[in-house]
């Protein structure tokens, strides 16, 4: 993104909305959505900048504005922040008002309030001589803002969206925390009412961030995303669809179709979620993209209303499968199949998603569910003990969904032939296996262990056990906090060696806690106690614990954990 459509500056609320600039939320932009647990969060950081000995400036965060001529500014991201801003300044004017109709000092609170509204609501123009508002909402709110709350006058109540209840409801609620604001300061209110005023506008400040473009505004949204920043990239995208339809004068049920379908989506994924479906949506159809170039292949491939709609189509018929992945537990899947999924989540692996998504749309159930596993395999050979490069791994897995899409491959077995260079071969996976760490210091990196365990248990005894049950540990035979009696093993090979897979095995929970960090000799018996068949073979075979014998053991459960994680007819 070159300098010169893109600018970043630090502006205060004043030097914002009381320049002569004018500012509108987009038409299809979401509905103002704010509730009191947003107002009171807003309030309290605007008293405590205004009350003595208070911060001397509160930041409100990115503000991400789109211009052509520095002028009139599209509001990308920041709208409720503004929206809610300037229905303070107006609960400020009403209490002014009422300080003019109370005859109290009418003649200085009409021109406070003349040069509040004319500050920071609206102003004269100077050609067409008619008062333009600042901001401008989107077309579900802005009628009732124009019409209602800029004015000041009666507000009803009956035949309103939700969001303009919620615009009024906001109004109302800080019109009466002003109010008691300005009484509780004693003297003149309408002074205590502008010095109100005055103060939030220089002390509330934002990171503005100018684009000229919506590609720009997107690249804006990536970026900040990936630094932590929690913007929705969500509605970017619906104001482009939206606006496609629009320049083709479509119909209003069109629109409002579009608005229906696209919101419930969004409600059942979450905005913040929804980036993310739409490319493995779009992978496991179109061409390939990456995240960062999204929005722009979306801008050129879909130019017309009825790519609109099948774009709105397509993502309908795959939310489903892509919910069941992220969420398994809330999915109508089989029990084996939503165990894949959970493994896939626990794993963080979602490169095969695409293909998952295509796989799903083409092959029987029976087909599909093979290859749902496959996944599962590859992703435990390749990324979690393996792991190898994720990035690489994409483009395969998208070649393979425009296989099937292609009518290339028709089952499962063909379609896994083109998964070959992803899927390590058994000698390779049992070299890395037999060296793996695995710290399971880290909570999910436990569960991965639990897991491992738990289907290697199953494989050698035919017990079948659940990894996520509460009722045994890990049992570290060499402890994580060595004490005496085990002296056999310098710092430095205990460092190297207490998170090898070798040298972990399950354990009953009370079992676990009672030998705690016992020497070996001490634990052995209860390890050969113990419910666990491997967990007995491990005491039964070693009649001390040392670095070769953990060797030698991780060296065993890697041949085991080959012929688990296995597809045959790749090996």
Known sequence: MSATNFKTENNTYRKLIGNGLTY?????????????????????????????????????????????????????????????????ILAALKNLQRQVDEGKNPDQNKQRLEQIRNTYLGYLDPVTLVTRSKLTLNRNNNDYYQTYLVPLGHLPVRGFRASEHSLRKAFEWFEKRVRDYARKQGGDEGVVLATLVEAMSDRLFFTVISVTDELNAYKVFETLNARG????????????????????????????????????????????????????????????????????????????????????????????????????????????????????????????????????????????????????????????????????????????????????????????????????????????????????????????????????????????????????????????????????FTDDEAEALIYRIGNMALLAKGANKDIGNQAYAIKRPVLQASAFGLTQKLAEENAGWTPQRIAARQKALAKLATAIWRIDQLS
């Open 24 to 88: 509108r939320i987009p038409r299809f932009q979401r509905d103002y959505s704010w509730t009191d647990e947003e107002w009171e969060d807003l309030w309290s950081d605007i008293l405590g900048t205004i009350q003595d000995g208070g911060e001397p400036a509160h930041y409100m965060g990115y503000l991400v504005l789109q211009s052509e001529d520095e002028k009139t500014f599209d509001v990308i991201d920041g709208q409720q922040r503004l929206t809610t801003l300037s229905l303070i």
């Open 229 to 488: 920043v929690r913007l929705s990239s969500t509605d970017l995208l619906k104001n482009y669809l939206f606006s496609v339809l629009h320049k083709q004068n479509e119909h209003p049920n069109a629109m409002n179709a579009l608005e229906d379908r696209w919101e419930s989506m969004v409600s059942r994924m979450g905005a913040e979620s929804f980036p993310d479906f739409l490319r493995s949506h779009w992978n496991s159809r179109k061409t390939f993209v990456r995240q960062s170039d999204l929005f722009k292949t979306i801008r050129n491939k879909v130019a017309g209303p009825a790519a609109v709609f099948e774009l709105l189509r397509g993502m309908e018929e795959d939310m489903d499968t892509y919910l069941a992945l992220t969420n398994p537990e809330a999915a109508h899947w089989p029990a084996q199949l939503k165990s894949h999924a959970q493994q896939l989540r626990m794993f963080k692996v979602r490169q095969p998603f695409p293909l998952i998504l295509a796989a799903q749309r083409v092959l029987s159930a029976d087909q599909f569910a093979k290859v749902l596993r496959a996944c599962v395999v590859i992703a435990f050979r390749y990324n979690v003990i393996g792991n190898l490069p994720a990035n690489e791994q994409e483009r395969v897995y998208y070649a393979a969904a425009q296989k099937l899409n292609q009518g290339i491959a028709g089952n499962a077995q063909q379609l896994l032939e083109s998964l070959q260079e992803i899927y390590p071969k058994d000698e390779a996976f049992r070299a890395v296996f037999a060296d793996k760490i695995i710290r399971t210091t880290d909570a999910r990196n436990n569960r991965v262990v639990r897991y491992i365990l738990c289907e290697l248990e199953r494989q050698h005894s035919g017990q079948d056990f659940d990894f996520e049950s509460d009722t045994f540990n890990i049992e570290h035979i060499l402890p994580q906090n060595p004490e005496a009696g085990w002296e056999q």
